[in-house]
């Protein structure tokens, strides 16, 4: 069955940075499209970043735009999402999350399968 094991949360200091990983199994890796969603306290699930089955595009949310990284490792069945110039606002819980096909939604009502997520706190 389809397993998705996030890593990589943790404490960072605004500014700070964090490299997310998220393990993929039971089904073809190389074959869809992967995103990171996040939810911080009290609110909903938010699209953070997808990317394209082979790699060829990456997708940002504009809060995230030019600060993330989204990558994945078709070798190893592993996506990344490298986090740079961490925010307070960045906190929240971080999900990986597959996509039906070899490209991405950026509506999390789109993914059928989630990991567990890995928590990001952003404080001084």
């Known amino acids: 069955q389809v397993q998705l094991v996030e890593s990589g949360g943790g404490l960072a200091q605004p500014g700070g940075s964090l490299r997310l990983s998220c393990a993929a199994s039971?089904?073809?890796?190389?074959?869809?499209?992967m995103s990171w969603a996040r939810q911080a306290p009290g609110k909903g699930l938010e699209w953070v970043s997808g990317i394209r089955s082979d790699g060829s595009d990456t997708y940002y949310a504009d809060s995230v735009k030019g600060r993330f990284t989204i990558s994945r490792d078709n070798t190893k069945n592993t996506l990344y999402l490298q986090m740079n110039s961490l925010k307070p606002e960045d906190t929240a819980r971080y999900f990986c999350?597959?996509?039906?096909?070899?490209?991405?939604?950026?509506?999390?009502?789109?993914?059928?399968?989630w990991g567990q997520g890995t928590q990001v706190t952003v404080s001084s």
């Open positions: 039971g089904f073809t890796f190389s074959s869809y499209g």
């Open positions: 999350a597959k996509a039906k096909t070899s490209s991405i939604a950026t509506i999390v009502h789109e993914y059928g399968y």
